[in-house]
């Protein structure tokens, strides 16, 4: 229920695939990442030693922007 996408009911809904994988790939990142979880009392790539720091979403803004610049100089 966290991610709206995946209803037709709501104007959040994708039509179109590519845009629909998008929207899922920015909610894995902040549900994996960002959101600290009730049970783990820490993010679950913290608790799974993915990562050592607690990201927040300027972290994901400003790798998103570096990841562009890098793809459009190619």
């Known amino acids: ?3 709206r996408r995946m209803t037709r009911l709501t104007n959040a809904f994708s039509k179109k ?6 929207a899922m790939s920015l909610h894995f990142m902040y549900y994996n990442f960002v959101r600290i979880h ?4 820490t ?3 913290m608790a799974a030693g993915v990562s050592k720091k ?3 979403m300027s ?7 570096t990841f562009e ?5 190619r």
């Open 1 to 3: 229920m966290h991610s």
């Open 17 to 22: 695939m590519e845009n629909h994988a998008h």
């Open 38 to 41: 009730k049970t783990l009392r």
């Open 43 to 45: 993010t679950p790539a």
């Open 54 to 56: 607690l990201w927040e």
């Open 59 to 65: 972290d994901i803004v400003d790798m998103l922007e």
């Open 69 to 73: 610049a890098i793809t459009s100089r």
